[in-house]
């Protein structure tokens, strides 16, 4: 059975060995049976990014695994092998990512240190750089900063188990999570006895994992464990985001026993009203029940709220079936829309209609010239933003922000302003960092971070602006 290429492969990727990789009933095959053997152990500085690069597109390639013949039943065996594979090959690639972030950060703090930072400051904006390289949020990327260290510094076994594909990256996440109340001696510990236990149990799930790793913390310090249950109460709160189908998720995280009280009273509220005759269903029940006793109001009564709408006057007028925009929420159907407006008429309830009107270029421009920008504008950048401006960062906006700062000549008008959540805000005044407006009607950010990388932010299109960006 042979397997032909498509496009070159990188050199030490050239002759995949289909024929030599171990069938069903042996070992997996790890990736250098299949795809060649890769360079030998090399330093950061000298591993070969083209290779990498090259080898990604390689694999991206649709065409490349298509083209194998054989049975029907040699075809599916080798499927399966791959898939094998390249499930090892993404947890080994994590590992590697986690040691190179782990380094990337201490030459950073190094480098602040030594540039004169203060020592509680050291460590700004590593979490902001990682993110952008891994094209996830802020947040995410200080989470992975902080599970690198983790693996690397104190869990060098999980770490291990991760590059060997004994452990995906979800479960070697989970065993940071549920050691960080320990000392480091006693992770430590927890890790080496964790690590023993993937050798002869590789196959735990996602709970079986989590529950092992709790009784090993328990058994190691209890106290820590009370006092990281104690704690976890003062994260209680509320949360509200967007669901499809013009819904929403309002999730409360509670104590257990309040939690266990709130469902249990309205669960025993839906089941009396389905005794007595009501045709709602059990769900339904509960969801009006908890709308009711919030807000007071009854539950088909819309209350006092403010959203804000971004619709052409075609679709809110003339029936035309372009998307609206909620923010917050995202696009939403225009006929939803009308019928929500038209639906409203309880004269308790106020509704206010602002009308914004776009030109050529895009909104109204307006400017000011203060250091700050008006209500008005700030409304305007939220309204054209909808999201922190950030790559990948889908925070709500905190903050109307200039691009180029106003103590450097930037001018307070829309077209130097951007939206920001208050992190990114944050991030943008560390040493290094700058970013730069292109000339044109879609207002391009270009953000430059101190090591020289540079990323492009555009803001989503709104209503009836079609393919003009």
Known sequence: MTATMSVPAPAWAEAPAWVAAEGPGGDPPWPEDLFGAPPGPQRVEEVGLPDLRQWARWLGDPEVFDAVDGTADDVSARCIELITALERLKAAAAAAQARVTERFDRVQRQQ????????????EGVAAQVALAHHESPVKG???????????????HTLEALAEGRLNEWRATLAVRETACLAVEDRGAVDEEFGEMLRSRSTMGDRAVTAALRRMVYERDAEAYLRRIEAAAKGRRVTCRPAPDGMTYVTALLPLQQGVAVFAALTQTADTARADGDERGRGQLMADTLVER????????PCDIHLDVLITDRSLFAEDDGAAEVGGVGPVPAGWVRRMLGGIDDPETRVQVRRLFRGPTGLVATKTA??????GMQHLIRARDQHCRTPWCDAPIRHADHVVGHAEGGPTDLDNGQGLCERCNHTKQVAGWSASVEPGPDHVVRLMTPTGHTYVSRPPRGPGEGGRR
């Open 112 to 123: 602040q240190r030594d540039a004169g930072v203060p020592a509680d400051r050291l460590g």
């Open 142 to 156: 200080g989470r992975f900063l902080g599970t690198a260290q983790a693996w690397v510094r104190e869990m060098p």
């Open 294 to 301: 919030v807000t007071g109001r009854p539950a088909e009564r």
């Open 370 to 375: 203060g250091r700050f920008f008006t209500r």
